[in-house]
């Protein structure tokens, strides 16, 4: 729950670095523990369990934003639920569907974040002042724009790559509850991204 409020009052490159590192060195290392041992069915159930948890509160709890960084903010913790889903399945297609996972989510939060100070010059603080951002900037409209539907899903975006092949890889190895609850909280998501653009 810290995370919106560390989002919102940190310097947008520390914001970018804490969004994305500690993501890939936790899932970094639990991969690495997990290819050396395996884990048995109830772990794999609590891993299931947070990954559901994660993308639910995620999209939640976006939905009542008003900031341009707090959407933000829920969405990757959202987005650890979409990733940890690869985890917990405890295949190598889970385990590929998550690196491809965080590579995806890596480079679009690089470029999420190198698009909000420009958003923080022209003084937009709010969702509700992107609307005129259009018109005084539009490549950083444009760019903004493709970014937030690309962490929302929206085909043909590389964002709906990750989330398919991280939903196909739960659907491999038999979570069959997983994958459409990752799509429902995905569904919930882009209308949390689409507010942004």
């Keep these: 729950m810290w995370a919106p409020d560390i989002y919102e009052g940190s310097p ?24 050396v ?7 794999q159930q609590i891993f299931f369990f947070c990954s559901i948890a994660s993308m639910i509160l995620g999209a939640l709890a976006a939905m009542a934003q008003t900031k341009v960084k707090r959407p933000l903010a829920h969405s990757s913790i959202g987005h650890v639920g ?23 989510y890596a480079s679009m939060t690089i470029d999420a974040f190198a698009i909000v100070p420009a958003l923080r010059q022209t003084r937009v603080k709010y969702i509700a002042y992107l609307g005129a951002l259009a018109k005084t900037n ?12 690309s962490y929302a899903g929206t085909p043909p975006l590389a964002g709906f790559s990750s989330k398919f092949y991280l939903f196909f890889a739960a659907l491999g190895c038999g979570a069959y509850f997983l994958a459409p609850v990752g ?15």
């Design 37 to 43: 041992a395996s884990y048995g069915g109830t772990l």
């Design 12 to 35: 947008t490159p520390v914001t970018s670095f804490l969004s994305i590192v500690p993501k890939i060195s936790i899932f970094a290392n639990m991969s690495r523990v997990s290819i």
């Design 82 to 104: 979409y990733i940890r889903t690869g985890f917990s399945c405890g295949t190598i297609e889970g385990i590929q569907s998550l690196l491809i996972g965080i590579f995806i």
């Design 183 to 197: 799509v429902v909280t995905s569904i919930i998501g882009r209308w949390v991204a689409g507010r942004l653009p």
């Design 138 to 149: 539009p490549i950083s409209t444009m760019t903004f724009s493709i970014t937030m539907f």
